[in-house]
DNA sequence: GTTACTGCAAACGTTTTGCACCCCG
DNA sequence: CGGGGTGCAAAACGTTTGCAGTAAC
């Protein structure tokens, strides 16, 4: 029987990081954690409420995190951005269902391979993004 | 010395799609046909002002062109979608300068040694991303 | 005690919608 | 001539900003 993954705790994270232990920063950062999908603003906004979180809050606290590297902003072909805890042990990109918006994470990355290749018209690499858009299995069986 | 590849012309195209002929649609269209790279709403827009464009109009000219297949739809880090014509030859991905916005045309693409893997996912691909992000040589050098 | 964070309201840029008119096929 | 396309104004949507009050260190 395999033993669940202990969660980082939030209180920790924020202190690794050298920025201020505050309610709203505690509360986003344990949504995600226990995320297990990429989430929208809104998603995590109203995972918040209940604690009493503003919704400019939780839009300052993720650009916090992003800017600080604790968590990840993707594009997922929608009008808003998602976000994920950033495990650096384990990279991956997304596979997406555009009918039900399930995202499950999937873990090759092209990237070395590419690396010299791109370096001929990039002399740094910051990111990178591949997903792939489809209709999952459950999904297909109903239509 | 190499010739220059015979642009499609836009009329050609509509008929092909069997959308209807119209002034907005040809001159949208005229615009991606010669662009080096994606454009946004904003740049095609301000590309066809002295044609008499309405910004709304090229708005819906290109949701039925992704419709139709006949424009992709990128999104890059952006809040702002990019449109490039769907030139079905020659697939390929994007190198973007996060410092100057150019973006060039990068022709590798993971997908075919994926697709095994994926398919214990999605039953169907409908699409995918592969966008690298970085500092490209010029910018590099004046920082 | 300072500095940085938060909440509220208001602004912002991008995209969509409702409706009357117009033009392509 | 009918149905789809267009232009205009206005709304909707996701996100950012200004400012005064508050909390963390």
């Known amino acids: 029987m395999k033993s669940l993954p ?3 705790i939030p209180i920790d994270i924020l202190e690794q990081y050298v920025i201020k232990n ?3 920063r505690r509360v986003v950062l344990r949504v995600l954690l226990v995320a297990t999908q990429p989430l929208t603003v809104e998603d995590i906004y109203q995972k918040t409420i209940k604690d009493g979180l503003n919704e400019v809050t939780v839009y300052r606290t993720l650009n916090t ?3 600080k ?3 990840r902003q993707l594009f997922l072909d929608d009008r808003s951005a998602y976000f994920e805890y950033e ?3 384990k990279h991956h990109h997304h596979l997406v269902c555009t009918n039900c ?3 499950v994470d999937f873990a090759y990355c092209p990237l070395p391979s590419l690396k010299k290749n791109v370096s001929t018209t990039l002399s740094t690499i910051q990111k990178h993004t591949l997903e792939i858009f489809g209709i999952c299995k459950p999904c297909s069986r109903v239509a």
Chains 1, 2 share one sequence.
Request: aromatic share 6%; no cysteine.
């Open 6 to 8: 202990t969660l980082p």
């Open 22 to 24: 505050t309610h709203p």
């Open 65 to 67: 995190f992003v800017e």
């Open 69 to 71: 590297g604790i968590v």
């Open 87 to 89: 495990n650096k042990q």
């Open 101 to 103: 918006r399930k995202v």
